[in-house]
């Protein structure tokens, strides 16, 4: 290809976008409330793999998913060895919390609806699970949702995870209060390899201080 001078020039423009981009910080991930069903007893299983429970036989009910987060300071270095608890209910809607005893959704014995991960090196952190449903409350119905109280070097954030496309995402009235509403939207990615049929997401979490 003969490289013209138009070539050099978009060229150059497009290093020194990128170069800007790059060197631009990115926006914090927003908290969200913690809501009433953190676990007042935390599980002894607590792994990666919340589809099953140590010393059960069976697997959780609902449609399997993996989560593939990553934890950033805003320059998007890595954050390592965060703490990462999170908590969900189960595919019929349900917490394993006294608090939602007059919830008629069942409880799943083989799931394990709470975890305690740590990041990696490269900031990153990965469990499976399965899809929770929506819920009712006394104050409007929540969209699917995972709950997560991430502890960096020298901060705290607690928050959610929602998942992209869902019906109710435009009017669940924590989601609403999001500010930027991207930054607790997980991205859909193929599943992956290994592990066709689970549904495969990806969430950066962005933490102010680091
Ligand atoms: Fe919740």
């Not at 910080?25 to 792994?47: C, E, N, W």
């Not at 394993?96 to 007059?102: F, L, N, S």
């Not at 991430?150 to 999001?178: C, H, W």
Request: charged share 25%.
């Amino acid at each position: 290809m003969l490289v013209t001078r138009r070539h050099l020039v978009v060229g150059a423009a497009a290093v020194a976008s990128f170069s800007a981009a790059k060197a631009q910080k990115l926006v914090a991930t927003s908290a969200q409330d913690l809501g009433p069903f953190y676990p007042i007893v935390r599980p002894p299983d607590h792994d990666a793999d919340l589809t099953r429970v140590t010393g059960r036989g069976g697997v959780a009910r609902g449609r399997p998913i993996n989560v593939i987060g990553r934890v950033v300071d805003l320059q998007g270095n890595a954050v390592t060895n965060a703490q990462v608890e999170l908590w969900q209910c189960n595919s019929e809607g349900r917490y394993d919390h006294p608090g939602d005893r007059a919830n008629p959704a069942a409880l799943d014995p083989n799931f394990q609806g709470f975890a305690r991960l740590a990041t990696d090196r490269d900031g990153q952190f990965k469990f499976r699970s399965v899809k929770p449903k929506d819920y009712d409350t006394p104050i409007g119905r929540r969209t699917p949702h995972i709950h997560f109280d991430i502890s960096g070097r020298s901060e705290r954030l607690v928050t959610q995870m929602y998942f992209p496309n869902e019906p109710l995402n435009d009017i669940d009235f924590l989601l609403k209060n999001a500010a930027p509403r991207e930054s607790v939207i997980a991205e859909a990615i193929d599943p992956l390899s290994g592990d066709p049929d689970a549904l495969a997401y990806r969430w950066t979490v962005v933490l102010a201080v680091g």
